[in-house]
């Protein structure tokens, strides 16, 4: 998606009630940005049906699991139409999207599938299995040694994933290449403030 149609996009939502508005995604850092782009280029495809088990919420948590980077709802909103991934209702807080995980469990043999299973592997991942993937890794430690440099942000751990990294204020837009879009997306997840859990693909 272009930054052009970006920002259109982000305009029309400024005239609605909309939640995690898809805009905070420029007050990620240039290193956030990157690796989540490139988590969600490589554990995220374009299918023709909508993934009704898994909203954006439930998409940035397996974001965060993998990589242990925190990044907020609106954040990770923004950054799925930066990747071409359009929501099938955009004035919804929690977007569903028509997306498959790059590593689907059905293509795997019974044994590799079961072990993944038996490993708790996210849905969504970067790798088709528990590995490492030496770039993603690199893009973790860039983003860890830029909030070490950057009193802007503030390291805080959290047991549920390990060391997240929160964005505690930072400001301003940034420009970014325009991305081949991607086939759109689906309905939305359910609309709870509080982060109540109510399934992988809502808040919790």
Known sequence: MSRKDYE???????NTRQKDHPHAYDALSQEGREALQYW???????ALKADERYSSYGLKH????????YVSHA?????MLVAGYLPTEIGEQNWHFKIKSAYDEKSFSHDVASQNKRLRLPAYRSTPQDQQDPELNALVQQVLASHRSDDTYALQAAPSIGLRCRLASHSGC??????APRVGVVHHG??????RSQGPGTRR
């Open 62 to 69: 397996e974001y965060e699991r993998e990589t242990k980077l």
């Open 190 to 195: 359910t609309k709870d403030p509080q982060e």
């Open 8 to 14: 259109r996009l982000c305009s029309e939502l400024d």
């Open 40 to 46: 969600i280029e490589r554990a995220i495809q374009p």
């Open 174 to 179: 940034v420009s970014f290449p325009s991305l």
């Open 75 to 79: 954040q990770f909103k923004g950054a």
